[in-house]
């Protein structure tokens, strides 16, 4: 299952390659890059609002191409490994390590030369999913498969390019998958990431 993942999201990412070749370069100018940065990710929702959920810190990398459709407005699909879940601040210190291939579409606007803001939609597809916790000073953990596969879901944020390939950008996942599946709790993934990328 795990290697269906990874080849959907290989071949999604190289079928938009391949179509932005097909463009005249004069037209569209297409990119390759890389990006990695920090995850800031809890659960949100109405139900997730009456326990003591809190932010857990992971991280995010993989490769994004850009093909622009003009001299401001570009569509950029990406591949990244991410790393998503919660903890709680109960006797347990129970956390919830939840591991996604996350595949986003994204419409990216250039304000300016360097500033740009963007959105679009994002699938995200689970790769393991861990709970984990400490008990009288050991620590325990377990998988399961509560949790809902694959993750619908949007992606906003704001960019800026630096000097030599470089760029930052901050951005908002809000999944619209409930995280847990056969359950109608009212909980999804939402969280915030701060990345740091390169074109070549």
């Given amino acids: 299952m795990k290697k269906s993942i990874l080849l ?50 992971g991280f995010h990398g993989g490769i994004y191409t850009n093909l622009f459709l003009g001299s401001r407005i570009a569509i950029e699909p990406g591949v990244y490994y991410s790393v998503k879940g919660t903890q709680n601040d109960d006797f347990l210190n129970s956390r919830a390590i939840l591991n996604y291939v996350d595949v986003p579409l994204l419409l990216r606007l250039y304000v300016t030369e360097g500033f740009n803001i ?25 998988a399961t498969d509560e949790i809902t596969k694959t993750d619908l879901g949007f992606v906003v944020g704001v960019g800026y390019n630096l000097p030599r390939g470089l760029n930052i950008q901050g951005s908002y996942d809000y999944g619209t998958s ?4 056969d359950s109608n709790a009212d909980i999804y993934n939402r969280g915030f990431k701060v990345s740091l990328g390169y074109s070549f």
């Fill in 8 to 57: 959907f999201a290989v071949l999604a990412f190289f079928s938009f390659e391949i179509n932005a070749q097909n463009y005249d370069r004069n037209d569209a100018i297409g990119g390759f890059g890389i990006r990695g940065g920090a995850n800031f990710f809890n659960f949100g929702g109405s139900d997730a609002s009456n326990n003591d959920y809190d932010n857990r810190v």
């Fill in 118 to 142: 963007f959105a679009g939609p994002q699938a995200s597809f689970l790769t393991s999913s861990t709970f984990e916790g400490d008990f009288f000073g050991s620590s325990f953990s377990f």
């Fill in 178 to 181: 409930p995280v847990f599946k």
